[in-house]
């Protein structure tokens, strides 16, 4: 019966998406180009969906609006990075609802994933993490990411990305966990992607303590440590984090070849003075060019790029 309910719940969910859908593929326009020619690596950073299974809730139709706007643009995305919390409550529903809503109007050549919170207590009436793990781990591996651990490397165009997770439940008064292992696996993966002498770029849900304007952080010290024990390679190290839901000129800081974006929720945000974030489709294009990474903050709803929010890594 249980089995018999999740296809009928497929079924309606699809049927629901592909029709909500109709008026933007017959209406899609090419809207945003990047800022100028000879890109190497098209991305763009999305962070807290926070996706449930509710077609019928406004969640979905932001993230709809959200996706096809995405979609928009004129050069190919070479991946969407999200910045976790992709999910509301880490349901095997709430998976299959983004996966088809970025399926049907983004088709993403690649996703780069990391575990948020919310993705990692699996329904917060039911703090079970290996089943939160689990599908999280089939998330991925419905992008052709196979990973044992939440934790993981990727490549794509020859950059390395580099996704630290929690390895326990995420939820009240349980902390996030971040084993030796991982934290030692962290130090060699950056020391490997050091190798191709590109810019490398990571992945972590929380903010780290320090920076962004936030303070009293979950996430070891021990991670700011390890990043700043390679200031000395020749290219940018990119970090890259969600959680906090605002968009604050404090999103981004360089600290020599060491840079920290926080992201804005791309559902929605808890400051709302910027009049084209206040509905959601926040997020960033990143432009890799042959010696120049360019963030941009754009509302992909909207079409509307935002103004002063445009951090350029020279290198």
Known sequence: MKQFTGIITSVILTIGTVLSLIPDIIGAVKTYSPEKDGIKLNCVIVSDTHADADIFRDRTNILR??????????????????????????SSSEYSNIKRLADVYLKPSAVIACLGNHDSWNRSE????????????????????????????????????????????DHDEILPVYSDKQLEWFDGELTKAEKSNLPVFVLCHRPLNGHNGWSGSEVPERVDEILKA???????????????????????????????????STEYNDETEYECNDKGGMGFTMELYENEIVFRARNFITDKWVDGYVFSVVF
């Open 65 to 90: 609006k959200a996706f096809a706007g995405i979609s928009e643009s004129t050069a190919e995305i070479d991946a969407l990075l999200n910045i976790g919390d992709i999910t509301n409550s880490g």
């Open 126 to 169: 039911n703090l079970d993490y290996p089943e939160a793990k689990r599908l999280f781990l089939d998330y991925l591996g419905h992008y052709g990411i196979h990973s044992e651990e939440v934790y993981y490397s990727a490549v794509i165009k020859g950059y390395h990305f580099i996704c630290l997770g929690t390895e326990g439940a």
């Open 230 to 264: 390679h200031s000395s390679y020749g290219k940018p190290i990119l970090f890259f984090t969600g959680h906090w839901h605002r968009f604050t000129p404090d999103c981004f800081e360089q600290d020599g070849n060491i840079c920290y974006l926080n992201l804005p």
